[in-house]
């Protein structure tokens, strides 16, 4: 039995029975994306509603989220960052925490759900699949607040070269009502923006378009039942607008890249994990190894 205090990070495997791994290439084959969803991601920069839970499993998830999130849970100080509320405003809250998988068993198994790393790795460019780090975000209904358009690159230029994906998952249903995701198509293209407050002027990031881009800039709404997930390129522009809705919009994201990721900073990559020195390969406890192509083939 795997206590609450216990630091999850320490194992590179299922803890649970929430998924079941694949045991043959066979197996492994009804999680894989198709042809034409891969060229759509490459096209636009995205690919939206990839079921990735059963509702089931959601369930189990946002009973861990409420049980995690309360500063009274034993495992809470595991989390490497946790802001009840990100955005200044007490009218407007984003609750955005990083490093759930330390902490509850669930959160811990979501990394290897097969469907996901399937997906990631093709997405990827069928390379090997290491984790970088997941995010909660939660907006209460009512009064939930934005996140301002970015690109998540922007905030992991410490880590090179970039070659990142992030996974979106819905434990609720999302609408624009209730602040869905939002992509600005074709985006990816336009190469590194400067970051905005993440959590702040919803529009902080239009200074830093050209005028061409200005004119591209069209957002679509990304809505998505629950247990359903979006993936994104490191470079897509994005962001959500506030829940003013009477239901809340809870997500959790898993950040990846390719395998031979390597550090770029002499610095703490996260709060409280050991230094990876410049020129690294991110490894070890905190980035372990999710996927491995090759092995599935055997």
């Known amino acids: 039995m795997i206590l609450q205090t216990t630091d999850l990070s320490g194992y590179h495997e299922l803890v649970s029975d929430l998924f079941t791994q694949p045991r043959s290439s066979e197996e492994w084959e009804q999680y894989r994306l198709s042809e034409e969803q891969v060229s759509f991601f490459n096209e636009n920069g995205y690919l939206a509603n990839i079921k990735l839970l059963e509702p089931w499993q959601v369930d189990i998830l ?30 407007a809250v984003l609750m955005h925490a990083l490093g759930a998988w330390r902490v509850t068993v669930g959160f811990h198994d979501v990394l290897w759900n097969p469907a996901f790393v399937m997906a990631a790795s093709q997405l990827l460019g069928n390379s090997a699949v290491r984790f970088w780090h997941d995010q909660l975000f939660c907006k209460p209904a009512r009064h939930g607040g934005v996140v301002a358009w ?53 529009d902080g990031i239009m200074p830093y378009l050209t005028e061409e881009q200005k004119a591209e800039f069209k957002p679509v709404p990304i809505e ?45 990559l996260l709060a409280g994990v050991p230094i990876i020195t410049r020129d690294e390969k991110l490894d070890g406890q905190f980035f372990p190894l999710l996927y491995e192509p090759e092995l599935i083939t055997k």
Do not use: I
């Open 224 to 268: 998505m039942k629950k247990g359903y997930a979006t993936f994104h390129h490191p470079l897509m522009v994005h962001g959500s607008y506030e829940n003013k809705s009477e239901r809340s919009r809870r997500a959790f994201v898993l950040n990846v890249f390719s395998d031979g990721t390597t550090s770029q900073t002499d610095e703490e």
């Open 150 to 202: 970015h690109q998540d690159y922007s905030y992991w230029t410490r880590t090179v070269p970039m070659q990142h994906l992030t996974c979106w998952t819905g434990l609720d249903d999302a609408s624009v009502e209730n602040g869905c995701l939002y992509y600005v198509p074709k985006s990816h293209r336009w190469g590194l923006l400067d970051k905005p407050e993440l959590a702040g002027d919803m």
């Open 62 to 91: 946002n009973k861990e989220l409420t049980l995690s999130t309360n500063p009274a849970h034993p495992g809470h100080h595991l989390f490497y960052e946790f802001h009840s509320n990100e955005s200044a405003d007490p009218n």
